[in-house]
């Protein structure tokens, strides 16, 4: 099984910055099919910031412009820089990953961390 450890979520107030860390020891695709997702109580998860299956990292609108995916392969880690955060980003962050299929990240098979609450006021 694939462990993910994600941490640096906490409060901040509008406008401030957060930075994310999700560490996979041992995973080695962590520039592709991986990523940060974040859900609201009652709501379904929603993508964030990923790699796709060819390496290139999307964002969905909201973020576009605040956060910055980035990856250290030989740490094992993926990073999420959130910057400018607002109270619409508040919500509990999971790094996900999934071994690509081809060019397809079949996202319902992917692990996923514990989780990293954000919280922005």
């Known amino acids: 099984d694939v462990q993910l450890v994600e941490s640096g979520g906490g409060s901040v107030q509008s406008g401030g910055s957060l930075t994310l860390s999700c560490f996979a020891p041992?995973?080695?695709?962590?520039?592709?099919?991986m990523g940060w997702f974040r859900q609201d109580p009652g709501k379904e998860r929603d993508w964030v910031a990923i790699?796709?299956?060819?390496?290139?990292?999307t964002y969905r609108g909201g973020v576009k412009g605040r956060f910055t995916l980035s990856q250290d392969h030989a740490k094992n880690t993926l990073t999420l820089e959130m910057h400018d955060l607002k109270p619409e980003d508040t919500a509990m962050y999971y790094c996900?990953?999934?071994?690509?299929?081809?060019?397809?990240?079949?996202?319902?098979?992917?692990?996923w961390g514990q989780g990293t609450q954000v919280t922005v006021s």
């Open positions: 041992g995973y080695t695709y962590t520039r592709t099919c």
């Open positions: 790699y796709g299956s060819r390496g290139i990292a």
């Open positions: 996900g990953a999934v071994q690509p299929e081809g060019s397809l990240c079949r996202w319902t098979g992917a692990y």
